[in-house]
């Protein structure tokens, strides 16, 4: 099992779903920062389900698409645990609508949290992680190669596949590894409120997907735990596909 004791994590979007499933999978050996925008209740349940398990973590509320809040997550992050060595960019949004009906302002909302807000929180933290480097986890999906009624959301994601290996490269003489994982389907709140959940599209992606079933937040948790460990030192720059062989 990946080795995470004595190491700090940072992890965005963090109240609820693959976050959710994220920091509590990085708690089994780190101290954990659970980010939220606007639900305080699923986060302080994560940290409750965390500490309950022996764990240590705090929730820290921040808009990643806005540096001041960005600046002060990694403060209160020092302040709680003194030092850094992981992030998850796992903070996102999406809207599936076709083109007619796209406006300015889905698209700013989208780019400043999926894009920008990647950004902003990988600039802060590059400023805590110690001289032993660190890792940054970003989280993509696999429809950055393009699904229908999802030009902006797909544009976001392909601009993180580009962002991971450009941050990879610019990083790695500092001893910071930066790596994507981009899921398939994976049942989550979002998906059951959007009504994707029992749909005839839940079902074709089932019907396309070699493993047969629509993925679990752990299911991405567990690849998340490899990449913020040692075990994966040797990676980065690179896009690991969880999607179940669906393509």
Same mark, same amino acid.
């Given at each position: 099992m990946s080795d995470l004791k004595g190491k700090v994590a940072v992890v965005t979007g963090a109240s609820k779903g693959i976050g959710a499933a994220i920091a509590k999978g990085l708690s089994a050996g780190a101290a954990v920062v659970v980010n939220y925008s606007s639900s305080k209740e699923g986060a302080d349940r994560v940290v409750a389900d965390i500490k309950a398990k022996g764990g240590r973590a705090v929730a820290v509320k921040g808009d990643i698409a806005k540096a001041e809040d960005v600046r002060r997550l990694f403060d209160e992050t020092k302040k709680a645990f003194? !030092?850094?060595?992981?992030?998850?960019? %796992?903070? *996102?949004?999406?809207?599936?609508? =076709?083109?007619?009906?796209?406006?300015?302002?889905?698209? +700013?909302?989208?780019?400043?949290?999926?894009?920008?807000? !990647?950004?902003?929180?990988?600039?802060?933290?590059?400023? +805590?992680?110690?001289?032993?480097?660190?890792?940054?986890? %970003?989280?993509? @999906?696999?429809?950055?190669?393009?699904? =229908?009624? $999802? $030009?902006?959301?797909?544009?976001?994601?392909?601009?993180?596949?580009?962002?991971?290996?450009?941050?990879?490269?610019?990083?790695?003489?500092?001893?910071?590894?930066? %790596? $994507?994982?981009?899921?398939?389907?994976?049942? !989550?709140?979002? /998906? +059951? @409120?959007?009504?994707? /959940?029992? @749909?005839?599209?839940?079902?074709? /992606?089932? $019907?396309?997907? =070699?493993? *047969?079933?629509?993925?679990?937040p752990d299911d991405i948790a567990r690849i998340a735990v490899f990449l913020a460990s040692d075990d994966s030192a040797w990676l980065t720059g690179e896009r690991l596909t969880a999607s179940g062989g669906y393509r």
């Open positions: 003194g !030092t850094l060595d992981v992030l998850v960019n %796992n903070a *996102g949004v999406y809207k599936f609508i =076709p083109l007619e009906e796209i406006t300015e302002d889905e698209f +700013h909302r989208e780019f400043n949290i999926n894009v920008l807000g !990647t950004i902003l929180a990988t600039k802060e933290a590059v400023k +805590h992680f110690w001289l032993n480097g660190g890792s940054v986890i %970003n989280i993509s @999906s696999i429809a950055s190669a393009g699904a =229908p009624e $999802a $030009a902006i959301y797909s544009g976001s994601k392909g601009a993180i596949d580009a962002i991971t290996r450009a941050l990879a490269a610019e990083l790695g003489a500092r001893k910071i590894r930066v %790596n $994507a994982i981009a899921p398939g389907g994976v049942e !989550t709140e979002g /998906m +059951h @409120s959007g009504g994707i /959940m029992g @749909s005839d599209f839940e079902k074709e /992606m089932i $019907a396309s997907t =070699p493993l *047969g079933r629509f993925g679990q």
